[in-house]
């Protein structure tokens, strides 16, 4: 199946505006930094700024930063879903098949030694957050494909009426809208992508 932009999968305590902004904003980067490969998932809450470049607890409490990226340790049972992508000529992306999942139970060391280039050098990977419609907000992170390294950034989204952004880090709030602007969709029953920007 081909889809010409990735849609950000919801459910009943998803709030429309979360995910429209949400969508857009990993569209936008996905126009700007190409990747070889698209991992989407959805953590089952919201989650903080502390998961961007988090690499694990060291004998369960003392938590750490690698200089290495390494990939956020969700513990599986927060995954609610993944989803899987691969380039078209096009650029537009196609869902695959996993090969692997991105979250899997493992030892808090071993965590402490996986990154993304474990997967593909040039992929990117998002993680978004549910139940943004009782929390009125919610959050996006990605790890973009940057040359042999990747690029790390944390938003969170505001979503009551319309979205607007909260806390971010690793890219600033103009970056983020001009994601939201070439990555939006045209719809005219859609919530705009993102308010005050």
Known sequence: ??????????????SDAFLCAAEAMLNGALRDYRAEAVYVVKIDNWFGPKWRRFSG??????GRWEAK???????????IHE???EP???NSY????PQWSVHFDQSSQQNLTRGPDGYHRGAAFFWFSGNSKSNGRGCLMAYLPTGGSHRTWYAEILARDAASLGI??????????????????????????????
């Open 1 to 14: 199946m081909k889809f010409s932009r990735i849609e950000l999968a919801g459910q009943e305590d998803d």
């Open 57 to 62: 607890k060291v004998h369960g409490a003392v």
């Open 69 to 79: 990226l390494t990939l956020p340790p969700f513990v599986p049972e927060r995954v």
């Open 83 to 85: 989803t899987h992508y």
């Open 88 to 90: 078209l000529e096009d």
């Open 94 to 97: 196609r869902m695959r098949r």
């Open 168 to 197: 971010t880090r690793g890219i600033s709030r103009k970056e983020l809208a001009h994601f939201a602007e070439i990555g939006g969709v045209q719809e005219p029953d859609r919530e705009p992508a993102l308010v005050g920007a």
